[in-house]
């Protein structure tokens, strides 16, 4: 039997007729929401450099107070993540997805008529709430509108939001903050967080294939025979509650080998390659834009991998040894800006290739009618990790002086992340 043997209950492939509402209904509003959510976030980076949010708030761009308003929301985001699984699970889907993005709106649009440092944390803290919605919601409506052989394939068409969201953050905010100044790029972003996110939420989310009109009975039929409770496409070893069966939790650990790099990288890559590879803040933008289209199409193209062959510990195991791969070449080896952009490709391509399969093996271990609070303490307790992670390899950086011991951490995380594959694959997962 190979690692990556085809499963062949899959190859029988979907009901006839079963129809593809889903993805219009599901996929496209949680693909634009994601997408807005990350460039919310990305953004804060630069409107701390711009120097009339510096004169409003008497703040360096590279100040303790200016880190702290990205930290502030990162903590936020964390907590309440527990706290919108438990929501998902008493008002739905839906309606905690509006109630989360309408939060967004709010914190972008009243940043602007704050005046102190504490009052700015409070937006943030604000938005990192209402933002947290998003996990449970995702993974709530994924395990709702889509059979058990689709879910790699389903999110990816959210996650890639992360990547489209990083790739227009640096233009937007900087078109914005020169036409309009800071407050201006606020609004702006409430404006686009009330009319995509809010809006496409409202108009094509529902809480079940049932409760839409336009989803045919042979599509509701194919879904529901392939959920959980109803396939045999995945093993059903260990405990049905995800809280008692140890593969949950070696699930969450495998997944700091993809969250934990993903922060430290988002945050320190750019300082890294300007200051120890030399290359220029133009080339830096290419380099990282380009990797995040490329990210996309990978991420794509590994979920309709994993879910047709339905062993995505093995596909995941790929995935990690590429990342780990790419970090250490971006440290260890460079030679020139083309080597460095191969590397750092390498190191987000393999990160997006485990994203994609560590969130479908976390929905071999959530039955349907567990999927809100199960995947809203998973999402909880790594993200509050991951937060941390940026401070940690500052601190790493300004002790050591160098940038090696700290991306040689992230390598850890991923070699971990190698090792809960390996339980994993012999059972088939």
Known sequence: MT?????????????????????????????????????????????AASPEFIDRFHVGAHSAAAGWASSSFLYAYGVALLFWGLAVKRIGPRRSMLAGTAIWVIALAITPFVHTVGSLYGTRILLGVGEACFYPVAHTLTARWFPMQE???????WLS??????????????FSLTTMGWSGAFFLQAGIALV???????????????????????????????????????????????????RYWLTMLMYLGTNIPFYGLVTWLPLYLKDERHVGFDMVGVILTIANALSIVV???????????????????????????????AVLF????????????????????????????????MPTDQAEKSSGLFSCLTNLVGAGVPALLGWMLATTGSYTPGFLLLVGTVVISIACCGVLIPQKY
């Open 161 to 174: 939001g992360i990547f489209v969201g990083s790739t227009v953050a640096s233009f937007l905010t900087a």
């Open 196 to 246: 995509l996110a809010f809006g496409t939420s409202l108009l094509l989310i529902r809480n079940d294939p049932r409760d839409s009109s336009a989803i045919a009975s042979g599509e509701v039929s194919h879904i529901e025979g392939n959920r959980f409770e109803n396939t045999n496409l995945i093993p059903k070893a260990g405990p049905e509650s995800p809280y008692r069966n140890y």
């Open 299 to 329: 991420m794509v193209g590994v979920g309709m991998w994993s879910d047709r062959k339905m062993r995505r510990a093995g596909i995941g195991l790929i995935g990690f040894v590429i990342e780990g791969i790419g970090v250490l070449g």
């Open 3 to 47: 690692l990556l043997e085809d499963s062949t209950a899959v190859q029988a492939g979907p009901a006839s007729g079963s129809g593809t509402r889903r993805w219009l209904y599901v996929s496209l509003p949680l693909l634009v929401s994601f997408a807005v959510a990350q460039l919310v976030k990305t953004s804060m980076g630069i409107v």
């Open 334 to 365: 460079p030679t020139n800006t083309l080597i460095v952009g191969i590397w750092v490709f390498l190191g987000l391509a393999g990160n997006a290739w485990c994203i994609v399969t560590n969130w479908g093996l976390l929905h071999s271990f």
């Open 151 to 157: 879910r790699a394939r389903a999110n990816a068409s």
